[in-house]
């Protein structure tokens, strides 16, 4: 299972400066938002949950209900995102998150002709004459078109016509073997049995069976959305502050570089007039706290507070 890095990725640079907002929080009803408030609703995308089911809908291709246990967010909290399980539980139609994918088609050509070579049965020269005819083709985009020219595909074949008088022909075409056969027992006497099979040469084989369809960026890009989306919320709730996600109020903080106001916060700038701020152990550390300050607004000193207080209640 891969979780797709390079969804997360494009998922991770096109929500950096997301805040949340919660809209209805009864609950397993929830209704949260997710945006940058200087895009507008651009990469911007709603969790919206009730009893048993999940529906993620915004800027992408389309929206997602799944649906398995009553708490939805018990079902995805804390997970890798599975797609392939995550995709069992969608309503209605679930090949519709499948999607042709040319590189997928060239990996799986690649691999059987490498394979071929590694077993010493493929003719030399086919490295050559697959890209030439099908890996250089201008079709592969169309799922259909690059099909065609797996299955029309071939080289250096030949044919072996055998009677059961043991008597047989080699031959360049299928259709040459039958013609023979078919002389070979006009010309001959008795019961004559005649056989046509491919001797040599390379053919891609049971190509109806390859699958070339991966999960559309849109359902990867929201599995990713849904684990991020509730690792967020859980992480506000941690501070008793959803309800203080209502607005902007985060992401005013964050923008002017402050804590923020109480009673949540303290309000202060994390960086004070005289120039003096939090000095860290690491680079690591800043991290952490400056992650935390994006999701909660609240600066390293009342995280630190809030933490304390958790550990003695």
Not at 25 to 38: E, M, N
Not at 56 to 84: C, Q, S, V, W
């Amino acid at each position: 299972m891969t979780d797709y890095p390079e969804i997360a990725a494009r998922f991770a640079r096109e929500t950096a400066a997301h805040e949340m907002t919660v809209l209805h929080d009864s609950g397993l009803y929830r209704h949260l938002r997710f945006k940058t408030p200087a895009f507008g609703s651009i990469y911007s995308f709603d969790l919206v949950t009730w009893p048993g089911c999940l529906t993620i809908r915004g800027d992408m291709h389309e929206a997602y209900t799944l649906n398995r246990l009553p708490d939805m967010f018990e079902f995805f909290r804390g997970k890798r995102i599975n797609p392939h399980y995550w995709s069992e539980k969608l309503d209605g139609n679930r090949d519709r998150v499948m999607k042709y994918d040319q590189k997928l088609f060239e990996t799986q050509v690649k691999e059987y002709v490498a394979e071929a070579i590694r077993d010493g049965w493929a003719p030399r020269g086919i490295g050559k004459a697959v890209h030439e005819e099908i890996l250089d083709s201008e079709y592969l985009s169309d799922e259909h078109e690059a099909r065609k020219l797996l299955e029309d595909f071939e080289f250096g074949i030949g044919y072996q016509a055998k009677c059961s008088c043991k008597a047989s022909a080699d031959f360049s075409s299928y259709s040459d073997g039958v013609l023979w056969g078919s002389s070979h027992r006009r010309q001959s006497s008795g019961d004559h049995e005649v056989t046509v099979r491919q001797s040599k040469g390379f053919t891609f084989s049971d190509v109806w069976e390859w699958s070339f369809s991966d999960y559309d960026w849109s359902f990867l890009w929201a599995c990713h959305a849904i684990v991020w989306g509730i690792s967020r919320y859980d992480r506000v709730r941690k501070y008793g502050l959803q309800k203080l996600a209502v607005g902007d109020l985060v992401a005013s903080a964050v923008s002017e570089g402050r804590c923020i106001k109480t009673p949540a916060g303290c309000g202060k700038p994390l960086i004070a007039e005289d120039g003096t701020a939090r000095v860290f152990w690491d680079e690591d550390e800043a991290q952490r706290y400056e992650a935390e300050w994006r999701i909660t607004g609240l600066c390293p000193d009342c995280q630190d507070a809030l933490n304390d207080e958790a550990v003695t209640s």
